[in-house]
Nanobody
Framework: QVQLVESGGGLVQAGGSLRLSCVAS????????TGWFRRAPGKEREFVGL???????YYADSVKGRFAISRDAAENTVSLQMNSLTPEDTAVYYC?????????????????????WGQGTQVTVSS
């Protein structure tokens, strides 16, 4: 089992920045991928980005160039640095951990592919 706890959400003005953290505990050695997803009011949960165990990352087009994911293996922490925020980024942000591996990139961007989820942290961007 893996437990995930997100933190760092809050209220920020458009153009501002926030840094979210996801701390993992439990059988963290089995985690192959940590993803970030978000759910805006009235919308489906959508993929934001991910980091694979070696440290390489992949992002949704909507956040590419504005968001950056980093991983501190020693602290079992994955961070999501969000810059140039817009009201469209307002959502509950979730981190998720995947134990297995997939051959298709498309599997990594789908929420059901992930085994463990945090409780989410609210990000609100005011205009």
């Amino acid at each position: 089992q893996v437990q995930l706890v997100e933190s760092g959400g809050g209220l920020v003005q458009a153009g501002g920045s926030l840094r979210l953290s996801c701390v993992a505990s439990g059988h963290t050695v089995n985690i192959s991928t940590t993803g970030w997803f978000r759910r805006a009011p009235g919308k489906e949960r959508e993929f934001v980005g991910l980091v694979w165990k070696p440290g390489n990352t992949y992002y949704a087009d909507s956040v590419k160039g504005r968001f950056a994911i980093s991983r501190d293996a020693a602290e079992n922490t994955v961070s999501l640095q969000m810059n140039s925020l817009t009201p469209e980024d307002t959502a509950v942000y979730y981190c998720a951990a995947l134990v297995g591996k997939y051959s298709s990139l498309g599997s990594y961007v789908k929420a059901p592919s992930y085994d463990f989820w945090g409780q989410g942290t609210q990000v609100t961007v005011s205009s």
